[in-house]
T-cell receptor
Framework: KQEVTQIPAALSVPEGENLVLNCSFTDSAIYNLQWFRQDPGKGLTSLLLIQSSQREQTSGRLNASLDKSSGRSTLYIAASQPGDSATYLCAASGANNLFFGTGTRLTVIP | NAGVMQNPRHLVRRRGQEARLRCSPMKGHSHVYWYRQLPEEGLKFMVYLQKENIIDESGMPKERFSAEFPKEGPSILRIQQVVRGDSAAYFC??????????????FGPGTRLTVL
């Protein structure tokens, strides 16, 4: 059974810093890896999707990498802003569903 | 181009009542997924449906919970005789037919169920 872990559980950084969020998964037989953002009391916003055959994806200040063999993905956020404060979730895709980590709660301090 | 729509956004029920949660997928999407997020926990898969078919219900509790996606209309997640432990956020996601970006899922805003 797929297990997804995210470290750290919470992270506080001053505005402007670059940061890395980590995600690990136990079963490398995934179709893709998605990163989401969740604001308190809100739904999920898809940030990046990396297909299993890809190594990384970029969107603006966000870059996500995938290493299937080691069961790891990272989300890199450049030049963090207070508006980036949210919980970030990674999800590994099985055949029929997504397996989610418990998230990293990010706070960017102005 | 509307995204995934869920209603109601908030639902309050007393123990023993029934809860009906609705989900309208994105236009052109034929696959619907339901997930549950318990307080302070991650999202857990419940069920995967296509029109008129349940494909995978391995995450559904064995009793009181059911889901459908009829030929016409939204997908419905039904919880009978709710208990306090059912209080959670229920999220629906949809994806296009297989092919292209396989299994990319787009999420709705969720329904927050509170059982008194």
């Amino acid at each position: 059974k797929q297990e997804v872990t995210q470290i750290p559980a919470a992270l506080s950084v001053p505005e402007g810093e670059n940061l890395v969020l980590n995600c690990s998964f136990t079963d490398s037989a995934i179709y893709n890896l998605q990163w989401f953002r969740q604001d308190p009391g809100k739904g999920l916003t898809s940030l990046l999707l990396i297909q299993s055959s890809q190594r990384e994806q970029t969107s603006g200040r966000l870059n996500a990498s995938l290493d299937k063999s080691s069961g790891r993905s990272t989300l890199y956020i450049a030049a963090s802003q207070p508006g980036d404060s949210a919980t970030y979730l990674c999800a590994a895709s099985g055949a029929n569903n997504l397996f989610f980590g418990t998230g990293t709660r990010l706070t960017v301090i102005p | 181009n509307a995204g995934v729509m869920q209603n109601p956004r908030h639902l309050v029920r007393r123990r023993g009542q029934e809860a009906r949660l609705r989900c309208s997928p994105m236009k052109g999407h034929s696959h619907v997924y339901w997930y549950r997020q318990l307080p302070e926990e991650g999202l857990k898969f419940m069920v995967y449906l296509q029109k008129e078919n349940i494909i995978d219900e391995s995450g559904m509790p064995k009793e009181r919970f059911s889901a459908e996606f009829p030929k016409e209309g939204p997908s419905i997640l039904r919880i009978q005789q709710v208990v306090r432990g059912d209080s959670a956020a229920y999220f629906c996601a949809s994806s296009p037919p297989s092919g292209g970006t396989y299994n990319e899922q787009f999420f709705g805003p969720g329904t927050r169920l509170t059982v008194l």
